[in-house]
């Protein structure tokens, strides 16, 4: 748990299947709100960790050092100066590699954020689940064709290539509002990897789920986290979840 103030960020990992935890985070707290910051490592490119862990730190020490601007132009110029580190180095190595990008802050009752990729950004509010981001992979793609044409035959196994990356090059889609998300007390918002689509955004919420995120007073991430090992998948990806539960200070 990192805390500070009347703001509680719980955080938990897991490795999955994988060789390697190729997700990175960043948690900052500010006089006057709190920066988290999470990336997902790009599977299948070299050096994906890297780009995590290179756009996370930057992300936030970026947006640490631009206290004077507002807050979508610190959101900005943070993500300019991720990419161009994430870029800066694999030149450098003469390798390539990406990652996803959400960064979420939060200030008093708003809550602000930039993404780029498909780590969700959710909200649990009076039962019911949302997605507040964009999801920048082919998935979202099939999902409306198959919406719009009612087929369902859609080939949907490369439905998590994704759109839009950090990886040095110009960012085809970013998703930062430019108005704030108005918080309401009780709010539980959670972020995370895609490693957790599975359990939260694969159609309806099964009962044990939702009483997960019923269940206060728990360490929200935590038990997300221990909810994706036992699905007990073949093929699980990487999962970092962070959690906060807004109360009005």
Excluded at 22 to 30: G, I, L, N, S, T
Excluded at 79 to 108: I, M
């Amino acid at each position: 748990m990192i805390e500070e103030k009347t703001v509680k960020v719980n955080v938990a990992q897991w490795i999955g299947t994988r060789a390697r935890q190729e997700d990175a985070y960043a948690v900052r707290h500010f006089p006057h709100g709190t920066l988290v910051v999470v990336c997902d490592g790009m599977g299948g490119h070299a050096c994906g960790c890297k780009a995590a862990e290179i756009a996370s730190r930057s992300f936030s020490d970026c947006f640490d050092g631009a206290r004077g601007n507002s807050v979508p132009e610190r959101m900005r110029d943070a993500l300019k100066r991720a990419n161009q580190n994430v870029g800066e180095f694999f030149a450098k190595e003469g390798t390539y590699g990406g990652c996803t990008l959400l960064a979420v802050y939060l200030s008093s009752s708003v809550m602000w954020w930039t993404s780029v990729g498909d780590s969700p950004l959710l909200v649990w509010r009076r039962g019911r689940l949302m997605r507040l981001n964009a999801d920048h992979s082919l998935r979202a793609m099939y999902k409306q064709m198959i919406c719009d044409t009612g087929a369902s035959d859609v080939e949907i196994s490369q439905a998590h290539s994704l759109r839009s990356a950090v990886t040095g090059e110009k960012i085809p889609l970013v998703d930062a509002p430019p108005t704030p998300y108005l918080l309401l007390p009780g709010d539980r918002i959670i972020m995370g990897s895609d490693g957790m689509d599975d359990l939260l955004l694969n159609g309806a919420l099964p009962d044990t789920t939702r009483e997960i995120l019923n269940r206060r007073g728990s360490n929200l991430a935590v038990e997300l986290v221990k909810a994706c090992e036992e699905m007990d998948r073949l093929e699980a990806d990487n999962v970092t979840v962070l959690t906060v539960d807004y109360a009005t200070p």
